[in-house]
């Protein structure tokens, strides 16, 4: 068995349940995508002025015109996949009245000339709420996140059965 030398830090350490690498839930049923081709481009860049070549990720959806068209700094330049579909339920703070939220929202970005080395290559950026991200997540990282939050679903669920079976019984007596 593969052991984590005890000197790295924590972050390192395998939680109890998760000491073997996660097997990704959406592993047998994933869809098989066309492969596309790359865009390369060139735009000058900021302030050198050189001309500088790139190449998108897969399937970015940026088109980058501007990025093209003007000189631009390089820490600006970034690729991204399409999002997955909008999840949106209505979510209150603080007491105010609820309003439609976006949840969950997940796309795999790459930001070549990032001073990052972890987001110079593709990463799943996993938005929980409007603004409120989890960090750059590698295909691990990502699979870990998953495997939490289908844990936290099973609880929800026998949150869900309590309630209907409380339900079910007729309204408590305050």
């Not at 050189?50 to 690729?79: A, K, N, S």
């Not at 996949?81 to 979510?91: F, I, K, N, S």
């Not at 105010?96 to 796309?107: A, F, N, V």
């Amino acid at each position: 068995m593969n052991a984590t030398p005890a000197e790295l830090p924590s972050v390192f350490h395998p939680e109890p349940k998760l000491a073997a690498v996660p097997t990704q839930p959406s592993a047998k049923n994933r869809e098989t995508l066309p492969a596309l081709a790359p865009r390369t481009w060139t735009f000058i860049a900021r302030p050198s002025g050189q001309l500088e070549t790139v190449t998108c990720l897969p399937g970015c959806v940026v088109p980058h015109d501007r990025d093209r068209e003007t000189p631009t700094f390089r820490d600006d330049i970034w690729c991204m996949t399409d999002d997955v579909e909008d999840l949106w339920l209505p979510v209150s703070t603080g007491g105010q009245k609820p309003e439609e939220d976006r949840l969950l929202s997940c796309t795999i970005r790459q930001d070549p000339f990032d001073k990052d080395m972890a987001k110079r290559v593709p990463h799943a950026v996993l938005e929980i709420m409007e603004d409120s991200f989890i960090q750059p997540l590698d295909p691990d990282g990502l699979a870990t996140v998953i495997l939490k939050l289908e844990g936290q679903l099973q609880q929800i669920r026998k949150v869900h059965a309590q309630l209907t079976a409380l339900r079910e019984q007729g309204r408590v007596e305050l």
